[in-house]
C-alpha cells in the first residue's frame, strides 16, 4: 500500500449488529460538531463528489466501502466487529420485534416462505431455539459472511471489538482510534465527550431517555450474552458450522472447546 498520508477520507465500517446505530450517531454528531461531510450507506467511489472541498467521514453499516477509497493513501479506516454467537442472539431477539421499518429484508414477503416476511416467519417458529437456528442460517450467515471477507491486514485501519468499546468507560480506546483517523488533540476530546454521552455506559445509562430507534436497537448491549442465551443444542450446531470462523476472528483457539465453558440456556 501506499504510504500513508495526511487523512481526509475517514471511513467507518461496520457489521449489522455490531454496534451500528451506536457508531452511526456518534461519528454523525462528530461530523456535525467539525463541520464535516457526513456520507452514510457511502458504496460508490462516484460518492466522492460529495466530499471534494476537505475531510469526510464516509460510514457503511456493512463495511462495504468502496475500494478505491479504502485504498487512498489519505483514507484511514475503523473496522468494528462483534464475537459471532452474541450477532446472533442479538440479532434473532432484535428480528422477532423490531417495528422501525429501516430493515426492508424484515417486512417484505418472501417467496420461499410462503409470501410471509422474515419476521412474521420467525415469531411463528414455536421456540427460540428454532428461530436462532433460522436466524443462524440466513441473516446472520450473511453477517458472518461480510466479517470474514474483511481484509484485516490494512496498514490503514484500526481494528476493534464491539467487546472492547462497551466496555470502555475511560473511552481510552475510542480516543486512540479517533487519533489513528487523523483527528487532531481538540477535536479527539470533543469525539470522547459525545462517545461517552452516547454509550450506555455514559449518557445513555440507567433511565436517561433515548432515542426511539436507539431503543428499537438495544436489547441490553452486554458482551458474552450467547453463554446464558445460547440452548446446547444451538451452540453444538454453531460450533459444527461456524466454529471455524470464531477462530479466525480471533474469538476462540478452537472451534468447539468453548462448549465445555458455557452455562446451559
Not at 84 to 103: A, F, I, K, N
Not at 127 to 137: A, H, P, S, T, V
Not at 173 to 180: I, K, N, T
Request: proline residues 5%; charged residues 30%; contains cysteine.
Amino acid at each position: 500500500m501506499t504510504e500513508l498520508i495526511e487523512p481526509r477520507f475517514i471511513c467507518i465500517g461496520t457489521h449489522h449488529k455490531t454496534g451500528t446505530i451506536w457508531m452511526r450517531r456518534v461519528f454523525r454528531i462528530i461530523a456535525r460538531r467539525l463541520k464535516l461531510a457526513f456520507i452514510y450507506g457511502f458504496t460508490n467511489w462516484h460518492e466522492g463528489k460529495h466530499c471534494d472541498a476537505g475531510r469526510a467521514i464516509l460510514y457503511n453499516w456493512s463495511s462495504k466501502l468502496p475500494k478505491p477509497v479504502m485504498d487512498r493513501p489519505d483514507a484511514r479506516i475503523l473496522h468494528l466487529i462483534r464475537d459471532p454467537r452474541d450477532v446472533l442472539v442479538s440479532g434473532m431477539r432484535y428480528h422477532l420485534r423490531s417495528v422501525t421499518r429501516d430493515e426492508k429484508f424484515l417486512h417484505r414477503a418472501r417467496p420461499e416462505l410462503n409470501n410471509r416476511s422474515y419476521q412474521e416467519h420467525l415469531q411463528d417458529l414455536p421456540d427460540d431455539e428454532e428461530r436462532l437456528l433460522f436466524e443462524m442460517e440466513h441473516k446472520h450467515r450473511e453477517t458472518l459472511d461480510q466479517m470474514l471477507a474483511w481484509d484485516y491486514t490494512r496498514s490503514n485501519a484500526v481494528e476493534m471489538r464491539y467487546e472492547e468499546l462497551i466496555r470502555d468507560t475511560s473511552c481510552q480506546r475510542f480516543v486512540e482510534a479517533l487519533s489513528f483517523l487523523g483527528f487532531s488533540e481538540e477535536e479527539t476530546a470533543l469525539g470522547r465527550r459525545i462517545f461517552w454521552k452516547h454509550s450506555l455506559f455514559g449518557g445513555l445509562a440507567g433511565a436517561t431517555p433515548r432515542a426511539k430507534r436507539v431503543d428499537a436497537h438495544i436489547m441490553s448491549g452486554r458482551p458474552d450474552q450467547w453463554r446464558q442465551a445460547l440452548p446446547r443444542r444451538v451452540a453444538e450446531i454453531y460450533a459444527e458450522r461456524h466454529g471455524a470462523a470464531l477462530v479466525r476472528l480471533g474469538y476462540e483457539p478452537h472451534p468447539t472447546r468453548w462448549l465445555a465453558e458455557m452455562h446451559h440456556a
